[in-house]
């Protein structure tokens, strides 16, 4: 399973678009009706469906899986009770599946025999996304829940966070403690660290400085740069993420702990708590479908 793409709601899209194409680097995939697709250098059709709206929120986080990833799916959902709905896909792309409430409102898509497409050759394209942090009320419960309903594992936790992979990446979502649900941040895979830094002059250029990094992440190692977009939502570029072998050992908070003064490996950069903190609340999950047997 692989972790595809998020799709956002929001007001003035095609700025968000122009943005994301313009400065922080991405090509435009497409429109349909009033969704702008955003896509990356590797082969998956879109990264982030921007969808013109009133308000913001977000439609769902899209995963790509089996088929009988899918039946799986079907079968622990189904017992568990979640609310949840049949799905054929009307963005780029296609493919069908599910997507799945969780209990606290994330909407997780699932879907399978989706197209992928021709790669670019661009060293400074994002590569893809790495992961989707959404923010919990019980991340711990919801650690939980995701290994047993969608068959993700813990990979560590700290005193921020629970890490959960779907794959050999050790993380591609993860729940931050924050004592309510929203969309945390999205972080954009680069090709390496010299792409990430290269994004960051590029944000530079536009009068865009980090509200956190460049740095170097704890759980998983990989190098950061966290970003406000205009459209409201942390956005990060990313690169290197630790691979973790299947019996990997899921570290405790404990595990995790920095020096005086240090939240990261390299201590470069100061953090805009208060900024991030806020941004970090802006996108909720709306539910916009009524739940049906997925039976
Ligand atoms: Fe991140």
């Not at 895979?189 to 960051?200: I, L, N, S």
């Amino acid at each position: 399973m692989k972790l595809r793409s998020i799709e956002l709601v929001l007001p003035k899209a095609s700025e968000a678009a122009t943005f994301l194409t313009d400065i922080w680097g991405t090509r435009l995939a497409g429109t349909l009706d009033q969704t702008f697709y955003i896509r990356g250098s590797g082969s998956f059709p879109y990264l982030v469906a921007l969808e013109e709206g009133d308000s913001s929120y977000v439609r769902s986080v899209t995963y790509v899986c089996s088929e009988a990833e899918l039946a799986q799916l079907h079968a622990n959902v189904s017992a568990r009770g979640l609310k949840a709905t049949n799905v054929v896909s009307e963005d780029l792309g296609g493919g069908a599946g599910i997507v799945v409430e969780l209990p606290e409102g994330e909407l997780f898509r699932f879907l399978a025999g989706s197209e992928e497409v021709e790669t670019i050759d661009d060293p400074d394209l994002p590569v893809k996304l790495t992961h989707v942090v959404c923010n919990s009320e019980d991340a711990e419960a919801s650690g939980h829940l995701v290994e047993e309903v969608l068959g993700f594992k813990v990979s560590d936790r700290t005193k921020g966070m629970v890490f959960v992979r779907c794959n050999a990446s050790h993380h591609s979502t993860a729940f931050a403690r924050a004592g309510f649900s929203s969309l945390n941040h999205i972080a954009f895979e680069m090709q390496d660290t010299d792409a990430v830094m290269r994004g960051v002059g590029r944000l530079r250029d536009h009068a865009f400085t980090p509200a956190w990094g460049p740095g170097r992440h704890g759980p998983g190692d990989n190098v950061f740069a966290y970003f406000i977009a205009p459209f409201g939502a942390v956005v990060e570029f990313s690169t290197a993420v630790e691979l973790v072998p299947e019996d990997y050992k899921t570290g405790s908070p404990e595990d995790w702990t920095w020096p005086e003064n240090r939240i990261d490996q390299w201590g470069l950069s100061d953090k805009d708590f208060d900024g991030l903190r806020k941004a970090e609340a802006r996108f909720r999950f709306r539910r916009t479908w009524a739940p049906q047997s997925i039976a």
